[in-house]
């Protein structure tokens, strides 16, 4: 209509004409006046929408497009089994129906993570069998600390490969990959590409030995606390930091969980009566956890000032594990403190006789430490370790986060 008026002005050369042109102006500037009042809703509703899309855009969904993972068996894909002997059955009867180098009946966390974006599962930086790392590596170990223990896996079971090893690892593995992957040929589809490491998620999931190492070494939960917590908090930022100085920059770390819920802590020593929380966990052990969480929160905190580039997302997966325990049936579970596979015991555990443990019998191998028939009914598979059942649960409530991971907070 504008376009009309106009035109008509310009071809217009007459006093009739221009009058008439002034009274089509105020009519076309009416109906615009009329149009504006009676759509406002409407317009304002459009406007918000696009706002809204603006943003969305702004945070769009991240994916990654390889996985750098760092821990304990808590994330462990076959580190462990590659360096010390496999974990042989019924580890895997769950998934993938055999072993699979994971201390569970099937997938870890970080499984169902590399699921979520669309990656294959992680192949352990130690093995050199049929892995390939152009999608990522884990370096993560069953046993690993933060702090190197002073003893040998043989004697406790705790791994050589502490948090500060595998950050080293990491960093020969980023140098070496570009070398060997230069040679071109078959080394360029298994490596990743150079561009990888500043893209890729690099997970953590680790602290949950340091706490248990010292308990067993009969320290006080107080002393632990106090002397213990804040050295291993230190030693996890240097980690973080020199994995930063390697071209990582989407940091995903995970606080340790309820360990006065696992049946390999509440039995090592007695405890008293007073000990247990109304879900039969050991109070004064989760309080210890809490402590380490609270000093790694704020340890992250510092780590987001001091590494400008990073986006680093701390996730809780303590309440999420104690929540299982707390309402364990609402989630369907029968079997919330009792381990899936084991060997006798008020918890289905016992450390000299641990899930998998097999006895001569006549001189035949018999195997002692037997799965339960229903896995996905138990949230503990084996006195230390949660099931699949109870892994997937963790992933569908940490999941949302891991589309936000790429975004500074």
Known sequence: MLYYFFSRIKSCDGIGCLKLSYLTFLSILHYILFFFITNMKSILSSLFALSLLSLSSAHAQCHFPAIFNFGDSNSDTGGLSAAFGQAGPPHGISFPGSPAGRYCDGRLVIDFIAESFGLPYLSPFL???????????????????IRAVNTTFRRTGYSPFSLDVQAVQFSNFHNRSQTVRSRGGIYKTMLPEANIFSKALYSIDI?????????????????????????????????????????????????????????????????????????????????????FNDALSQAVTELRASLSEAAITYVDVYSIKYELFAHAQEHGFSKSLVSCCGYGGKYNYNRKTGCGKKIIVDGKEVLIGKSCDEPDKAIVWDGIHFTQAANKIIFGKIAAGLSMACHKQ
């Not at 093995?127 to 600390?145: E, H, I, K, L, Q």
């Open 127 to 145: 093995d050199s069998v049929g892995s390939n790392f152009s999608y990522g590596a884990n370096f993560a170990t069953a046993g690993s600390p």
């Open 207 to 291: 602290g949950q030995n340091d706490l248990t190492a010292a308990y067993f070494n009969k320290k006080t939960v107080k002393e632990i606390g106090t002397t213990d917590v804040p050295e291993l908090i230190t030693q996890f930022k240097t980690a973080v930091t020199n994995i930063y100085k390697e071209g990582g920059r989407y940091f995903w770390i995970h606080n340790t969980g309820p360990i006065g819920c696992l049946a390999y802590v509440i039995e090592w020593f007695p405890l008293q009566a007073s000990d247990f929380d109304a879900h039969g966990c050991a109070a004064p052990l989760n309080h210890l956890a809490q402590q």
